[in-house]
């Protein structure tokens, strides 16, 4: 059992420049999350999905797109990559809307 | 609007000093669910805790307690005889009721722990 894992690890890209991040979960976990941390703020949710084909906008989704084509993978999208982007980029998956959320090892992504 | 505040945001004990970590959170839902989250130097989160709002009975697991009391908002975590290992990143996260079935998290901002040996 991986868990929840994210790939890459770590990135960095050119202001403009796009990229996809993916998170992927062996649990069988219908919702999945995508949240960045940055210093002093705590976890902010960017999007979310609660199901397959589904997903919905966070706290602070702009600049990011989502897909979740499959139940085991959701796809963090930065198309045009912004210095204010630079973040580690956590994803979590849970089996229902109240369990506790089970995180992937984070993504941290400098954008120059 | 919901949010959580740690208003702590580091603290620094030695070894063996018991340590509470407070959070005092603000929501309109009537049910919801409550967690605390560690964070090793590592990187990884690791899920602590989950209490439900119905439930204000307070836990010990080991060295670690939550003490949940709504009538101030607080859920707040104490460390017992706290180790070096205990150095780490604490976060609560507040739910959204349940009855709207997103599972969403609203994170405090942190508070770091240093346990000096």
């Known amino acids: 059992n991986a868990g929840v894992t994210q790939t890459p690890k770590f990135r960095v890209l050119k202001t403009g420049q796009s990229m996809t991040l993916l998170c992927a979960q062996d649990?069988?976990?219908?919702?999945m999350y995508w949240y960045r941390q940055d210093p002093g703020m705590g976890l902010r949710l960017i999007h979310y999905?609660?199901?397959?084909?589904?997903?919905a906008k966070g706290e602070v989704p702009d600049g990011y797109n989502v897909s979740r084509l499959k139940k085991q993978n959701f796809l963090l999208g930065l198309e045009s990559a912004a210095p204010s982007q630079t973040s580690v980029y956590f994803c979590a998956s849970s089996y229902s809307g109240r369990a506790e959320q089970f995180f992937g090892p984070g993504t941290r992504l400098t954008v120059l | 609007a919901q949010k959580v505040t740690q208003a702590q945001t580091e603290i620094s004990v030695v070894e063996k000093e018991d340590v509470t970590l407070d959070c005092v959170y603000e929501?309109?839902?009537?049910?919801?669910?409550l967690f605390w989250y560690k964070q090793p130097p590592s990187g990884e989160l690791v899920f602590l805790i989950r209490r439900n709002s119905f439930d204000e009975q307070n836990e010990i697991s080991g060295r670690y307690s939550w003490n949940f009391q709504k009538s101030t908002s607080s859920f707040n975590f104490t460390i017992t005889a706290s180790q070096v290992v205990d150095s780490a990143v604490y976060f609560c996260?507040?739910?959204?009721?349940?009855?709207?079935?997103?599972?969403?998290?609203?994170f405090g901002q942190g508070t770091t722990l240093q346990v000096k040996p």
């Open positions: 996260a507040l739910s959204e009721s349940p009855h709207r079935n997103t599972g969403k998290l609203i």
């Open positions: 649990m069988n976990h219908e919702y």
């Open positions: 999905s609660v199901g397959e084909g589904t997903t």
């Open positions: 929501t309109r839902d009537t049910t919801y669910y």
